[in-house]
């Protein structure tokens, strides 16, 4: 049996008649950048969300930079805290609106942003957090709002996740998505958008992914060039309705990995901080590279989120972290590894995963 650890062909063929039709009406219209499909998706994406605004962008990592250049992060003295365990377009975003990084630790069962190493690592330069919903579950948004610091919120792995009932944006007004095609809400190529309950704000944003332009002459703030373009909010639309009940079929794989690896003392499922819209099943495992392997040659893709964490990357090498410093991520560096899941995965590939893991123990 062959697993691959995502499968991007499944959700395209499934709502190809949708963006087909988008598609051809999009091309008799020839208008291809800032159109009304993109109005379209930023009001049902919104709605989506329980929140009032979205603002489509280029990327993910536009998204929390354009964040931080609202809300005035844009200078070296200002530090932006956040965690080492995410993708480096969390640390290269920071970067790119002209802010610093202090990394913090993640909590050794969640892997998330550890909010008591963050308030111990607070300083009168700390100018924000970026808290990152890592693998689709949500942080303890209570305590990082509780040190009252703008939070940016990177939920670019937690499409359709809230915390304790309520959407991310009522912790915060800058919430940003990627929709790069594994994401669980992707695009067929690069894509982000923020989600933000704050008229001002929202109106700030649509100004700055767009060279900062009032209108099509002026500009009136330091903006970026980075828009959603038409042809992504057609499949966007079309996947969109989808996104609850792709949402629900993880949760069934996931369910079934949790039953599996209950009690099976060599694997560990990351503890997760529900609910989660589960990104990616990630557990630590000893003798991870092995094992790696020996799914590899058994049909089993699986990957690591991540190998690296963000401090010992030379392009993070000056936000002061060396090695040894932030324990909790770099152990689970080390050990994580993630498993196949995707929303149309049969439950027998799981069960085929399973079984290939315990007989490799
Ligand atoms: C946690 C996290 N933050 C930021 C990003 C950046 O998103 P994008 O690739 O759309 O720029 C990603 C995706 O790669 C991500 O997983």
Not at 30 to 43: D, M, P, W
Not at 328 to 337: G, K, L, S, T
Request: glycine share 6%; proline share 7%.
């Amino acid at each position: 049996m062959n697993v691959p650890l995502m499968n991007l062909h499944a959700p395209l063929e499934g709502v190809a008649e949708s963006w087909r039709a988008s598609l051809e009406q999009l091309f008799a219209r020839a208008h291809f950048v800032l159109g009304q499909e993109l109005s379209l998706f930023e009001s049902e994406f919104a709605a989506e969300l329980d929140a009032r605004f979205a603002v489509g962008v280029g990327s993910g990592t536009a998204a929390i930079e354009l964040c931080l250049r609202e809300a005035g992060i844009t200078t070296r003295e200002q530090e932006v805290i956040t965690s080492p365990l995410t993708a480096p377009f969390t640390g290269i975003a920071i970067l790119a609106a002209g802010a610093s990084i202090k990394f913090c630790d993640v909590d050794p069962d969640t892997l998330l942003l550890d909010p008591v190493h963050a308030e111990m690592r607070m300083t009168s330069r700390t100018a924000a957090i970026v808290p990152v919903h890592l693998y689709g579950q949500p942080c303890d948004l209570d305590r990082l709002s509780a040190l009252r610091l703008p939070l940016i919120q990177d939920a670019c792995q937690a499409h359709g996740a809230a915390y304790k009932g309520r959407p991310f944006t009522d912790y915060s007004p800058h919430v940003a998505y990627s929709f790069y095609p594994t994401k669980n809400l992707g695009c067929l190529g690069d894509g982000g958008a923020i989600v933000t309950s704050d008229a001002t704000i929202a109106n700030r944003l649509s100004m700055l992914r767009d060279g900062g332009r009032a209108d099509a002459h002026v500009s009136i703030l330091p903006g970026i060039n980075s828009r959603l373009d038409e042809i992504q909010c057609c499949f966007l639309r079309a996947f969109l309705p989808h996104l609850r009940e792709w949402n629900q079929r993880r949760s069934r794989i996931a369910a079934l990995y949790d039953q599996a690896f209950h009690g099976f003392e060599p694997v560990r499922p990351v503890l997760r901080r529900e609910p989660s819209v589960h990104h990616l099943y990630v557990v630590r495992a000893p003798n991870r590279d092995r094992l790696r392997e020996h799914l590899a040659e058994h049909g089993v893709g699986t990957g690591i989120h991540y190998p690296v964490p963000l401090h010992l990357h030379p392009t993070f090498e000056k936000c002061g972290a060396m090695f040894g410093d932030l324990p909790h991520a770099e152990r689970a560096c080390r050990e994580i590894v993630s498993l196949p899941i995707w929303p149309q995965m049969e439950e027998a590939q799981a069960l085929y995963v399973i079984d290939q893991v315990k007989s490799f123990y």
